[in-house]
């Protein structure tokens, strides 16, 4: 497939839409100046690692997902905790993009197996990392990679480029320029000014349907110079990674309209000792390549080897598929206390939470089985660590959504459940629309925990009435030497 960038120049694109400096981040690493015995020793401990690694590689065998990650991942060089949700999210990318066209039937929808991501990291935490790993994955598979370096419309989709005749006796000609949508992987880094930036809704437009299934997922782009008949027109089958810093101010009418549908939102926040190691790491990868020659090799040839898995045919049973809607049902439990908006952007992306669930059990199944007859069978097991997985990015979405809707969340800092739960609930059942008083409130309590001795009571009662009207659920007026003060709900929620 012919590519816009490779056939027309979008030098004056990139002009006329120059990114002011202020929105660019900065994804190098910060200056810090090594003395000739540093670096020296950086490199001894960097070959010896490699060497190491690669000792175990050679012992390792795969079998499953996990072992396919645990046994690849130190040729990204990012070791540490806080890195392994984002690295087990992009082992899914990788490799539903290999098995991107193995379609399935999901409540009567037609899917592909591709899964993109959102991931959220300060400079110098290792975006780069990431960033190199799958460059060198994808093209190793020779298959087409991109970096889109501007977010003019014309540069994601392409255009139809026509050749005028010149002689009465020539035809013109149209020829179509593929967008870096055609691409089968694009890594969009410095993504915080396509997703902040008003100017760049025309991209997300065009980048939201080329993510939609393949096949549903049409881009056209009509020119007045060209015909119908020659008109742009074709289905991308991309897999896309955001790389960005950490996001603070994206409009609430973007986050909810279905951009972020698209994307497994990560957010990594890398302690320093971790944030320093994957710093070394970088500046100092080359010095593994000796040895990662060999792991990169079985890499590239594990990737190649799914490309050869097509059409396949899958099996799950109704008991197995059940263990998806429970865990759904758990996390919309969990969001109760979270506040409207983000229980509103549940509710939008429910059906997509269960499609990514299903698709990486999906992926697991295969990688995990030798497949024959092109039929693969989903058990309990691949679901259930798909879910461990999605569990380990959900909660700190969730979170972020509630920063990005500027919401202030229905379980104030500070709460306990034990206490606070256990006496907002007593307080409204029993004071809901009426006034009542620190001594009601202690024998109500005493008549529903009579094990606990009067000074626990009385000291979680203050201490609870203090909290609540802190945070502005309770009113506090009156005071009266035999009732203390006086209190009522107010009228916002909790």
């Not at 806080?82 to 082992?91: N, P, Q, R």
Request: aromatic fraction near 12%; glycine fraction near 4%.
């Amino acid at each position: 497939m012919t590519n816009f960038e490779d056939l027309y120049d979008v030098t004056e694109i990139d002009k006329a839409i120059e990114i002011p400096k202020s929105e660019i981040e900065d994804d190098g690493f910060e200056e810090i100046d090594y003395t000739q015995e540093e670096i020296d020793q950086f490199n001894a401990e960097r070959i010896a690692e490699a060497q190491k690694e690669l000792l175990i590689f050679n012992q390792a065998e795969f079998k499953n997902f996990d072992g396919i990650v645990k046994k690849y991942s130190p040729l990204i060089g990012l070791r540490g905790m806080s890195y392994e949700s984002a690295t087990k999210i992009l082992f899914y990318t990788i490799l539903g993009n290999q098995l991107k066209h193995n379609m399935f039937l999901f409540e009567n929808k037609m899917l592909d197996l591709r899964l993109s991501a959102l991931i959220q990291l300060k400079a110098g935490h290792g975006k780069k990392n990431y960033e190199t790993f799958i460059k060198r994955t994808i093209q190793g598979c020779g298959k087409t990679y991109q970096e889109p370096v501007s977010y003019h419309p014309e540069q994601f989709v392409g255009k139809v480029i026509v050749h005028e005749s010149k002689k009465k006796d020539e035809v013109t000609t149209y020829e179509p320029i593929i967008g870096t949508l055609g691409a089968d992987f694009l890594v969009i880094d410095e993504a915080h000014a396509l997703l902040t930036n008003p100017i760049n809704s025309t991209c997300l437009q065009y980048l939201r349907t080329a993510l939609d299934p393949i096949g549903s997922n049409t881009i056209e782009k009509k020119q007045v110079n060209v015909p119908d008949s020659w008109k742009l027109q074709y289905n991308p089958d991309c897999s896309v990674i955001l790389l960005t810093q950490p996001i603070t101010n994206i409009d609430e009418e973007l986050l909810v309209r279905g951009s972020f549908r698209r994307f497994v939102i990560l957010f990594i926040n890398v302690p320093e000792d971790e944030r320093l190691e994957a710093l070394k790491n970088t500046r100092f990868l080359t010095k593994k390549e000796d040895a990662y020659n060999k792991m990169w090799n079985e890499w590239i040839q594990f990737n190649k080897s799914l490309l050869e898995y097509k059409n396949l045919n899958y099996a799950c049973s109704q008991e197995d598929m059940k263990l998806i809607d429970e865990y759904i049902e758990k996390i919309r439990s969990s969001i109760i206390k979270s506040g409207q908006e983000v229980n509103e952007f549940y509710w939008t992306i429910l059906f997509t939470m269960k499609i990514n669930i299903f698709k990486m059990s999906i992926i697991r199944a295969i990688v995990s089985q030798h497949i024959k007859n092109n039929n693969v069978t989903i058990k309990s097991m691949h679901i259930q660590q798909a879910i461990f997985d999605w569990e380990a990015i959900w909660l700190p979405q969730v979170q972020w959504i509630a920063r990005q809707l500027k919401i202030q969340s229905l379980t104030p800092i500070g709460w306990n459940e034990a206490l606070h739960g256990f006496m907002w609930t007593l307080i409204n059942s029993l004071y809901k629309d009426k006034e009542f008083t620190s001594i009601q409130l202690i024998e109500a309590y005493k008549k529903e925990n009579k094990s606990k001795s009067e000074n626990v009571i009385r000291n979680n009662v203050y201490r609870a009435l203090q909290d609540f009207t802190k945070w502005g659920n309770l009113r506090k007026f009156g005071v009266s030497k035999k009732t203390g003060y006086s209190y009522s709900i107010q009228s916002k929620d909790k």
